[in-house]
């Protein structure tokens, strides 16, 4: 098996690409230090990280910030997914986990990204349920890792978005014991990531990062670049010589609310119902104390849906709520069903709230 390998002066990724995580910086620097100069530490008795596990949501950036820890402390990078190791023929999990270690002591100082890890070290794998070759491949991976001798300088970085999944002798001390929790970026966040790729598109002068930051709670990194993306490519479909306002607009909404069905048909009576519908929401919305700031109600279907009621979506609330906003937020969504009941009459109310109640 050939492994994606990369010698240090061809990581190209530097810490300052990794934009909006200054939580962790401090961190991710120590890290850098320790790869750097291992010696200050084990002269001083210190026990170098053996694994390093990178843990958030998908899209945060872990990829990314692996390459830039490697191009920033200048060595050597491979790189693989934990899904790579049992996928073709059963049984040489084991084997290309040697082969890896094998390459990265040849290649020291080194760097071993296991993207995915969790497909490697969930809990199912090593206790039943799986097969007992895949608890091969763990097992010889801890084995691996235990088998470190003093001087070797190589230290496994795994990537997860199910941290909860992970066996824990892998996690325990003495292998992966250093966890990172990349955060998805906040308001600040999402601003330095806006600038990074607004800086490489030609766009109009009016798009003030703040303000699409503000707009882009909950996004990640990914998004954010995907955002600016879709509105540059817009605005190059219709013609125009740089990414606007409305290519931004536009932009927001596909991401947030799906794809236009324009070719849906829909009956008059239909879309009456769906804007009684949405209306609802949108009133009780609008007059509820502790709901969310209103942002658009539509009947353009999109999606799985024939219409939709938005709300600006609120950074205090991935934090934590209060029981104001929560019963607001029960409200706003029976207005949609209360609205039918009202406007339509009882027997007739649509299905149209089943997807509210969940
Ligand atoms: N903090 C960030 N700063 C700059 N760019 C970012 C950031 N986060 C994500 N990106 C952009 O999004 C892309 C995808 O991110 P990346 O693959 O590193 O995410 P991930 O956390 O590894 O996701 P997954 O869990 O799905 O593997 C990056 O290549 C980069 O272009
Ligand atoms: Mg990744």
New binding site residues.
Partial sequence: MKFDMKKAKDVEQKLD?????DEIKDEVKDLIKMIKNSSLYTEKGAKLYKGVLLS?K????????ARAIAGEAGVNFIYCSGSNFDEMYVGMGAKRVRELFAEARKNQPCIIFI?EIDSLMSKSRRFGMEHSSSRGTLNQLLAEMDGFEKNENIMVIG?T?HEQSLDPAAVRPGRFDKKIH?PL?DVNGRKE?LE?YLNKIARDDKIDAKKIANMTPGF???EI?NLVNTAITQAVHEGRAMADLPAFEYARDRLMMGIERKKLSMTEKDRLNTAIHESGHAVACYFTEGAKKLYKATIVARGGSLGATYMEPDDSDMLSTTKIKCLAQIDTALGGHVAEKLFIGDKKVTTGCSSDLQ
């Fill in positions: 690409d990794v934009k909006g995580i958030g998908p899209g945060t950036g872990k990829t990314l910030l993207d990537a978005n990349v970026p990531i990074l990640s990194g990914a670049q």
